[in-house]
């Protein structure tokens, strides 16, 4: 149901339209000339505004102005029994969703109002979605620990300097949430963050992947590509997994942060890239270099600056503030009210081992929610039957 204001002198067609929308359910309200119907659309939220032109005193597109003026979002429908191209044109160019002639049309009335408010909905839940992904990629890091201050710390001096970081830690850790807020934090914000995770991608595709390829450069090469570091032009390549790239890609890899040039498969020109590489690994380097599966150049070329992300099992004075942080974060996205958490559940969660870190731990807590009633109580019987963990 929506919530409509017609403006028009005409009682006649005050009646007609509103017997027309209150039957197709929505609510109307309707005032008898510009100045009134600008002072109820000042007073109350309408989702659609139906406005005559040709009124006396103060005509529809001075209405439409003002509305415009004071930001009201409701869609605007300009009606008129004089209407011509120009005058539509001139209202649609003013703001005004839509323009419709007299004597007026049903099918063309619900038409226009279905598509207003369909197109009302599609943005506001565009809203919703972009708010959630800019929460998501706004996320910061949560804890309090020791281990979780130095590495806010470690963050606020180095992200405003281009050196590169090595972030080591498990799976799960939060690898990438580090990388972000160096990013985040940094002089290139306003650039690209592109991630790349090297463990997901084939040997034989990783080069192609990170440099870009020209056409023909392979079977299916059927035009130019352009490959991570020169998407990241300005901003910031975060290269996950980094120990699990093949040891040709390593050797580009190495080229690229030498010379801060690539050249694209297939292609023979030097491409200049301006870019701040940040990896991240959860495997011992050090030992894959003694092994030979990992480049000892490339290692001092990419740990200018070694952060060490704990394990969540090392940090599990930060579990409330995390369960806490994930109750929040994953009712607002379904628009629901976060359940509470009992004193002994919430211990039995801060003291199970968590081998899957912060990322088992999120699990965990959006299988709570699912099977706690609505507004309910997270209780020691819920996480004894559905938070399948096992206790330290």
């Not at 830690?169 to 991630?195: C, M, W, Y």
């Amino acid at each position: 149901m929506s919530q409509i204001l017609i403006i028009d002198d005409e009682p006649a067609i005050r009646s007609s339209l509103r017997e027309i929308l209150e039957y197709e359910g929505h609510q109307v309200f309707d005032e008898p000339d510009g100045a009134a119907g600008v002072r109820a659309a000042s007073r109350k939220k309408f989702d659609v505004i139906f406005c005559d032109i040709k009124m006396p005193r103060m005509d529809g597109m001075d209405v439409l102005d003002l509305l415009m003026e004071k930001g009201i979002t409701a869609r605007v429908i300009m009606i008129s029994g004089h209407g011509s191209v120009a005058t539509a044109v001139e209202a649609l160019k003013k703001g005004a969703f839509d323009f419709v002639e007299k004597p007026l049309d049903l099918n063309r009335i619900l038409s226009t109002l279905r598509h207003a408010t369909t197109v009302q909905e599609l943005e506001k839940e565009t809203k919703r979605l972009s708010a959630v992904l800019h929460h998501e990629r706004q996320s910061p890091i949560i804890g309090e620990s020791d281990a979780i201050r130095r590495i806010k710390d470690m963050i606020a001096t180095v992200a405003p300097t281009d050196a590169r970081v090595l972030i080591t830690g498990s799976n799960g850790a939060g690898k990438e949430l580090v990388a972000r807020s160096i990013h985040d934090q940094s002089t290139r914000s306003d650039g690209p963050f592109v991630e790349v995770n090297c463990a997901a991608i084939p040997s034989e595709l990783i080069e192609s992947e990170l440099f870009g390829h020209e056409k023909g450069a392979f079977t299916s090469a059927v035009k130019s590509r352009k490959g991570k570091f020169e998407l990241a032009h300005g901003g910031t390549l975060f290269l996950d997994e980094i120990g699990d790239m093949s040891p040709d890609a390593q050797a580009k890899v190495l080229r690229a942060l030498q010379e801060s040039r690539i050249q694209r498969v297939g292609g023979d020109q030097d491409i200049s890239v301006d870019v701040r590489v940040v990896a991240a690994t959860n495997k011992d380097l050090k030992k894959a270099m003694s092994e030979g599966h990992f480049r000892m150049d490339l290692f001092h070329r990419l740990a200018v600056i070694p952060i060490s992300v704990p394990s969540l099992n090392e940090r599990r004075e930060d579990i409330p503030l995390l369960v806490d942080h994930f109750l929040k974060s994953i009712c607002q996205k379904s628009g629901s009210m976060p359940p509470t958490i009992h004193a002994k559940a919430l211990a039995k969660l801060t003291n199970a081992d968590w081998t899957g870190n912060i990322r088992e731990l999120r699990n965990v807590v959006e299988r709570l929610i699912i099977f706690t009633p609505a507004s309910g109580c997270i209780t020691e019987a819920i996480i004894d039957e559905f938070a399948g963990i096992e206790a330290t």
